[in-house]
């Protein structure tokens, strides 16, 4: 499809730039399914190493709870957690499963009713669970205004461990690579904050 300019009416599945899918391509394919990621995380860890299991329980989990959850674009929520994790593999060799662990539960507080930092602890680790608060955005109820709170969020993260920085770097690397089908006024705030 080319690009005419034209500002869509309806949401559609977003198109990557060219120059982005040489190197990047590979997270939208069909090929990238459940077996494809695990295919990755052995040749990490065996099968059979309890490291291996976090990474597959936190797949599993985040799978399950956005199972009805979709994207903007219409894609499905799932994609970007486990491109998100794709990404700090791939890109940036990350081999810690309680990073990669966070990454495909970095939205579930934020986004699932039911799921809490406490209960991250409990079924996952203290780690994760600590991860996880760093990149998500806290309850819009404490806030006057979604910019208090979104300044209160950055003022946070600039104080947050290394790997809490690059779990919202993966994060915000998909959100920007997905966001072309946005509308355009979005899109120029999304790559100004980025900035």
């Avoid at 190197?23 to 399914?33: P, Q």
């Avoid at 994790?85 to 990350?94: D, F, K």
């Avoid at 969020?153 to 690397?173: F, G, S």
């Amino acid at each position: 499809m080319k690009d005419t300019g034209a500002v869509l009416d309806t949401p559609v599945r977003h198109v990557m730039p060219g120059w982005m899918q040489d190197k990047l391509g590979f997270l939208n394919s069909r090929a990238e399914n459940r077996e494809a990621f695990f295919d990755r995380i052995a040749e990490i860890f065996p099968r059979s190493d309890e490291r291996y299991r976090l990474i597959e329980r936190a797949y599993d989990t985040a799978k399950t709870a956005f199972r009805e959850v979709m994207r903007d674009d219409g894609g499905r929520y799932f994609e970007h957690l486990r491109a998100s994790a794709l990404i700090a593999i791939v890109y940036l060799r990350v081999r810690d499963p309680k990073v990669i662990a966070a990454l495909l539960l970095h939205d579930i507080v934020e986004d699932i009713p039911g799921w809490t930092y406490e209960r991250i602890g409990r079924e996952f680790d203290e780690e994760v669970e600590m991860y996880v608060w760093w990149v998500s955005k806290p309850p819009m109820d404490r806030f006057r205004s979604k910019k208090d709170m979104e300044r209160k969020y950055h003022r946070n993260l600039l104080r947050a461990p290394r790997m809490a920085v690059l779990i919202k770097l993966c994060d915000r690397l998909h959100n920007l690579m997905t966001i072309w089908s946005q509308d355009p006024v979005r899109i120029a705030r999304k790559i100004d904050e980025t900035h």
